[in-house]
């Protein structure tokens, strides 16, 4: 669960499903907010070449140290 203190982030995130091998995938970037994510994941749509691949912001929680 969230706990008090930890900070979420969002990471910009590559993915190609390739038969037999499984996915091969590449974190683009990492952001602050959806909003900032999301703006990339425009710019980086040129990079969807085919439809097995897809491009996704993905949430994620940075626990304090």
């Known amino acids: 669960?969230?706990?008090?203190?930890?900070?979420?982030?969002?990471a910009l995130v590559w993915f190609q499903i390739v038969t037999g091998l499984g996915i091969e995938y590449f974190q683009l970037g990492s952001y602050d907010s959806y909003q900032k994510c999301n703006a990339s994941m425009q710019s980086a749509a040129v990079m969807k070449t085919s439809?097995?691949?897809?491009?996704?912001?993905?949430?994620?929680?940075v626990e304090p140290e």
Request: include cysteine.
């Open 1 to 10: 669960g969230c706990y008090k203190g930890d900070k979420i982030m969002w």
């Open 51 to 61: 439809v097995s691949i897809k491009i996704a912001c993905i949430e994620f929680k």
